[in-house]
């Protein structure tokens, strides 16, 4: 019998996981909360571009919660977390992006107890932080004696990101590099990637100080740079590298780190993305060292992205694809350290009978 899901959100990775859900031979779409008064009401397959599928949206929170449902996925563009309290109390399991990839022991105790009276589980992930930042760097450290650093980093050019007010008014791209010093995103992405550090440092056995070291460098414009929000002028920041890391003697072990570029030309300093080109890497140095570079999960160019961007789709696939996985598991918080190896399913017409 397939599993139940109920998307919370139809953005970007919202639409990209109900395609997916619906896709999946082991999930049931039965569900989807959208915030926008224009969606409410709305059937799915219309959301989606497609043929209506019996589902409406809804933006009535308690009349989604009183659905009978297995699992949600929960996607919107920032986390509440009290609401996820309540799904997790309306005995559905959730899977999620937005974090909960690995937290501090007392916030775990306290989720594990929710989760374990309702008879749930919750589970954070996705692709950065997630499996880029995760459960890639184990998976390689396995190949790997004598472990000395671990490196998790995103390449990309932010023109293809699919959402302007969060380009401009939360990352601060366009703005002077004084404001955006001030940006909260050193704070709000380091609640996931920080997990991330903490997860494999703890893992692997790193003794890393109780802090992580976390650097924020920029480049501005030096001529204009057209964007989604308007061109970026002269002066302004066009390049941001956000970076997290675990220490031990006061050289890092374990790295997690973002390059968002407005394009390659016109910056100061000169950053470049190199020959390799947008892409994930994953590093463990070691005894020997191993070094993998994910491509194919950016777009060819920024119409592209804008349409349909891959790395957005790879996101939301792993939340669907770790749907049945986190309904077969214990209540309770499960990470990657506490689930069998997530897999995808075959295409429709290429599945066994």
């Not at 190199?274 to 993998?292: H, I, N, Q, S």
């Amino acid at each position: 019998m397939a599993y139940r899901v109920i998307q919370w959100a139809a953005g970007g990775v919202g639409r990209a996981a109900m395609e997916g859900v619906i896709a999946h031979p082991d999930l049931e779409l039965v569900g989807c909360w959208v915030h926008a008064e224009s969606k409410d009401g709305v059937d799915v397959g219309t959301l989606l571009g497609r043929d209506q599928i019996g589902v409406a949206a809804t933006a009535d929170i308690d009349a989604l919660l009183a659905v009978d449902a297995d699992c949600v996925l929960y996607s919107p563009l920032f986390a509440d977390p009290a609401v996820v309290d309540r799904i997790l109390r309306s005995r559905k399991s959730v899977v999620t992006p937005l974090g909960w990839f690995y937290p501090a022991r007392e916030e775990r105790a306290r989720l594990d107890e929710i989760c374990r009276a309702a008879g749930v589980s919750l589970h954070g992930t996705g692709i950065h932080p997630g499996g880029i930042t995760e459960r890639f760097p184990l998976v390689l450290s396995a190949l790997v004696g004598s472990v000395t650093h671990v490196r998790a980093e995103e390449f990309s050019d932010i023109r293809t990101y699919g959402a302007a007010d969060v380009i401009r008014d939360w990352m601060l791209f366009g703005k002077t590099p004084e404001e955006a010093s001030k940006s909260i995103m050193l704070t709000a992405l380091g609640a996931g990637f920080g997990q991330s550090v903490w997860m494999v440092a703890d893992e692997l056995g790193f003794a890393i100080d109780p802090e992580l070291r976390t650097t924020h460098d920029m480049a501005v414009a030096i001529e204009p740079i057209d964007s989604p929000i308007g061109p970026i002028q002269p002066g302004t920041v066009a390049a941001q590298r956000f970076r997290w890391e675990g220490i031990v003697n006061g050289e890092p072990v374990v790295t997690a780190a973002v390059n968002w570029l407005m394009g390659e030309e016109h910056l100061d300093p000169p950053w470049r993305f190199g020959p390799a080109g947008e892409r994930f890497e994953v590093e463990v140095t070691g005894d020997p060292g191993v070094l993998v570079t994910f491509k194919n999960l950016h777009p060819h160019s920024v119409a592209e992205g804008l349409r349909r961007n891959p790395g957005i789709v790879a996101t939301a696939m792993h939340c669907v694809n770790a749907i049945p996985y986190v309904c077969a598991a214990a209540p309770g918080l499960v990470t990657y350290l506490d689930l069998p190896p997530v897999a995808g399913r075959a295409a429709a017409a290429l599945r066994l009978r």
